[in-house]
């Protein structure tokens, strides 16, 4: 058995309600194992709960949650080019030690995320994307304004993803990470349905009144 955290949008702020899921956990790192413990906990989420529920990640059964993911999410950078959520967030970590490294943004997500810098530069210390330095609280603020941003620019997403309500993503272990696509996700479909989308990324300072109070 295990406990994975399904992330239900909400029409108020915060926008995101997270219930913790008990359900039979298929051991093993292969792909295949992933998608079953997805049906899993999807099995046992629906058996009480009415809410339709999609999973983001590269082992969604759905293209739509797999495009959802931070490997697969593209953001255009202010040059023109193209990077992906997961590399802005790898490339913009500053540690005590060294960083930001941003030739990461132009990297392939898997390269960037195993990239040997980011675990021999010491403690991660804050965030810096184009001279605007993040701070590292409050937790998930940079990651989720990224990933929300990247996906206020995919419109043609957008009348998709609210056909769901509750978001889930079987790589996101509450015990050891921070970060979880499914939780940005699901604040985006809040905002999105109260028409608050656009006013939150008007700026950092009302994402941040917005989303974290």
């Not at 080019?81 to 898997?110: A, H, M, N, W």
């Not at 810096?128 to 043609?156: H, M, R, S, V």
Request: glycine share 6%; proline share 6%.
């Amino acid at each position: 058995m295990a406990i994975r955290p399904v992330f239900l949008s909400k029409t108020e702020y915060p926008y995101v309600e997270r219930i913790d899921v008990e359900f039979d956990y298929c051991s093993g790192f292969s792909m295949q194992q992933r998608k079953r413990c997805v049906a899993n906990l999807h099995n046992k989420w629906s058996a009480t709960r009415p809410e339709a529920v999609l999973e983001v990640s590269r082992a969604s059964d759905s293209f739509l949650g797999t495009k959802l993911s931070a490997f697969n999410l593209p953001i255009v950078m202010e040059d023109g080019r193209k990077s992906y959520v997961e590399c802005i967030f790898q490339g913009s970590k500053c540690f005590v030690k060294g960083g930001p490294y941003t030739d990461l943004y132009y990297k392939t997500p898997k390269e960037a995320k195993q990239d040997p810098r980011l675990r021999e530069s010491g403690n991660l210390k804050c965030f810096i994307k184009e001279g605007y330095q993040y701070p590292l609280n409050p937790p998930t603020y940079f990651y989720d304004w990224i990933y929300i941003n990247a996906l206020a620019g995919c419109p043609q997403l957008h009348n998709v993803i609210l056909k769901y309500e509750a978001f889930t993503d079987i790589m996101f272990n509450p015990s050891k990470q921070i970060n979880c696509q499914a939780e940005a996700i699901a604040i985006f479909a809040g905002l999105k349905r109260t028409g608050r989308l656009e006013d939150a990324l008007r700026s950092r300072e009302q994402f941040l009144a917005e989303v974290f109070g």
